[in-house]
């Protein structure tokens, strides 16, 4: 595969300027904060342990039987035209295994999250490493910020944070059914997860469409509470909770699906565009 090079001049078009806050590089995918800083879903771009820009672009994707991509289409804010333009040309190339009905693949609808870093490839060019590929449903923008979790009064007051690792179970067309801590997730105050709980309760999902057929299932989401009044903006540190195995750190808004219908079958995670 040859390498999708960016001139410098993207790097710079997506850097978060050099006095914004510094931006959570931890696996929260949603933030409540006790200051006015960005909004859940829209974080700035971000950078790695190296210093290197990440984006992290979400695709709708429409696969035909055999695991083509029949169509996709960037959700939330696409990438600029330099990076979206080869990026959705080298997703056209990917072979994906779509969902099944009675054992026999059918067209189906997923959502793929990508987290991407830029890194130097020779002089004034960069070129796009895959850190992590995610199908499955997605969370859908407009039901999060009608119900966006709210910071514990009492956390508040005395200033504690934590994080909150919810599974999430919906049904086809979306709606929640229920919701609980993920086996595994931080020990946090139940004050933060009474809140968290609450808000994914009225939360949609944009799920799977498997031959025409919405598809049920459950997806893990984590939620950061950070109180940022008594530090700087370079003291800041994001909540940290590990991904499943074969998962990296999560993008602003990503979810972990569990068990998707349809799959990445090519091997570009880790590896270079």
């Known amino acids: 595969m040859s390498a999708l090079l960016l001139p410098l001049s993207v790097l710079l ?3 978060a300027p050099a006095d914004a806050p510094k931006p959570l590089t931890s696996a929260a995918a949603i933030t409540v904060t006790l200051e006015p800083g960005p909004r859940p879903l829209n974080l700035p771009v971000e950078g790695n342990a190296q210093g290197e820009a990440r ?7 429409t696969l035909d039987a055999s695991g083509h991509v029949a169509a996709l289409e960037a959700l939330g804010a696409p990438p600029v035209p330099a ?4 990026l959705e040309n080298a997703i056209r190339r990917w072979q994906f295994q779509p969902g099944a009905i009675d054992g026999k693949p059918v067209e189906t609808k997923t959502t793929l999250a990508l987290d991407l870093s830029l890194v130097e490839h020779g002089e004034d060019q960069f ?7 995610r199908t499955g449903a997605d969370l859908a923008a407009s039901g999060f910020h009608h119900a966006s979790p709210k910071y514990p009064s009492d956390a508040m007051r005395k200033h504690r ?3 909150v690792v919810l599974r999430i179970d919906y049904d086809g067309e979306g709606h929640v059914l229920a919701t609980r801590l993920q086996d595994g997730a931080p020990a946090v105050d139940a004050s933060f997860v009474r809140s968290a709980q609450e808000a994914a309760r009225h939360w949609t999902f944009s799920p799977e469409i498997v031959g025409g057929h919405g598809l049920a299932g459950s997806t893990i989401v984590p ?15 994001g909540c940290a909770w590990t991904p499943p195995a ?6 602003d808004g ?4 569990i068990d998707p219908a349809a799959r990445l079958e090519t091997a570009i995670v880790g590896r270079t565009l």
């Open 223 to 237: 939620i950061c509470f950070a109180d940022y009044t008594r530090v700087t903006p370079q003291e800041r540190s």
């Open 246 to 251: 074969g998962h990296g750190g999560l993008g």
């Open 13 to 15: 078009s997506i850097t």
């Open 161 to 163: 944070g934590g994080i």
């Open 127 to 133: 070129a796009l490493r895959v850190d992590d590929a």
């Open 83 to 86: 990076i979206r333009t080869p």
């Open 254 to 257: 990503a979810t972990v699906a």
């Open 55 to 61: 984006i992290h672009p979400r695709f709708a994707l």
